[in-house]
């Protein structure tokens, strides 16, 4: 799609920087491990996800979305509805995919290994929004296509999707303070980094519960909602208690973790 590039490179620099200078201005917890080392390995893996995602699948969601819309694949390309309530439902429905992408990649042991990496942050901040393996980012964006097929949502509805989707993530792994008050409202509408800071818990029933990104309805309808972590958010540990060690936290370390024997 024409400008596509430029919308997502916008949105990712823009809401990387904004978090970024609020994490200065406001931090909520004081963090403890390198920045240099973390923020190298976190904003490399985007560059490694991005290249290898676009050189291994033939098509990305977006032009897939476009080739349904051409071929009349996939339910909204077959009902009649208005496209702004198409574009909803694609947004919604598409989060909800993602929400139980994130369930999955918990519970199944193939799978929590690629995705534990994520988990392996001894801090949370912005750059945690994008520390995945590039393997966990392959299926995820399968999955994707899959589900665009599927459901047949207009292009601009992918796009949106998943601008929203970064955007989100960089937000909601911010190291920022937001007043009580407004976290509790704003958490209504979308996944807020003290919302999301419990997933990121050493307690495994926390890091087994908000799996949202961008919705927070779906923990709260499918049970898995836990609202604060239980030794507070100054109190807690991030991580997980099998991997503390900085040194085994580098970026090669990182890339190699999901096929090593622990
Ligand atoms: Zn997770
Ligand atoms: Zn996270």
Redesign the pocket.
Known sequence: MPGEQIIRLAFFFGVLAVVAVWEVIAPRRILTDSKGRRWFANLTLVAIDTAVVRSLLPVLPVGMALMSQERGWGILNIIMLPTWFKIVMAVVVLDFVIYLQ?VL??FLPALWRL?RM??TDLDIDVTTGNRFHPVEIVISAGIKLAAVTLIGPPAVAVVAFEVALNATSQFNHGNIRIPEALDRWLRLVVVTPDMHRV?HSVIPRETNSN?GFNLPWWDRLCGTYRSQPELGHNGMSIGLKEFRDPTTLTLPSLLIQPFARK
């Open positions: 994130h990649f918990h995705h994520h988990h997933h799996f």
